[in-house]
């Protein structure tokens, strides 16, 4: 099996302890299972808003990340990611979605997992990022749900 290159945003992570929707967390803690084959990335912007969780809560999810790559944010990442807000392809409220994709995007990222299924895992995000990133000379980034990896 060819190794990925994966991106975890913070919904991810956070759904590895998250005991409120237990199918979701055994469903991440499966996905969990098979990350060491890939190399997996997380981003400055999960590690902030990581360390938004209440103390022992913040240690364990900061924990769970320790062995992952982090990507930086910069200009050219929160251009792109101004790009898709001012395409309405998210609401500028949730720039830090942008942020997520187009990281992604900028370091070539094969799949974002994510369980937003508001701004991030739909079909019309989906495309418009895919087609916006072509547009503008970057690879397309498929955006999926842990089960779907």
């Not at 237990?22 to 060491?36: C, H, I, S």
């Not at 924990?63 to 990611?81: D, H, K, M, R």
């Not at 019309?124 to 779907?148: D, F």
């Amino acid at each position: 099996m060819e190794s990925l290159r994966l991106y975890l945003d913070t919904s991810v992570v956070s759904a590895m302890l998250d005991e409120r929707t237990p199918e979701r967390q055994v469903l991440t803690q499966t996905t969990w299972d098979r990350l060491g084959l890939h190399d997996v990335y997380v981003s400055e912007v999960v590690l902030q808003e990581l360390s938004l969780a209440p103390g022992g809560l913040r240690e364990r999810l900061l924990e769970l990340v320790v062995n992952f790559g982090i990507l930086q944010v910069t200009e050219e990442i929160e251009s792109l990611a101004n790009h898709y807000v001012d395409a309405t392809i998210f609401p500028r409220k949730y720039f830090d979605d942008a942020l997520h994709a187009a990281i992604a995007s900028v370091h070539r990222i094969d799949y974002l997992l994510s369980w937003n299924f508001r701004h991030l895992v739909k079909v019309n995000t989906r495309r418009l990022v895919s087609a916006t990133n072509v547009q503008m000379g970057y690879s397309p980034v498929e955006i999926i749900s842990p089960p779907e990896l």
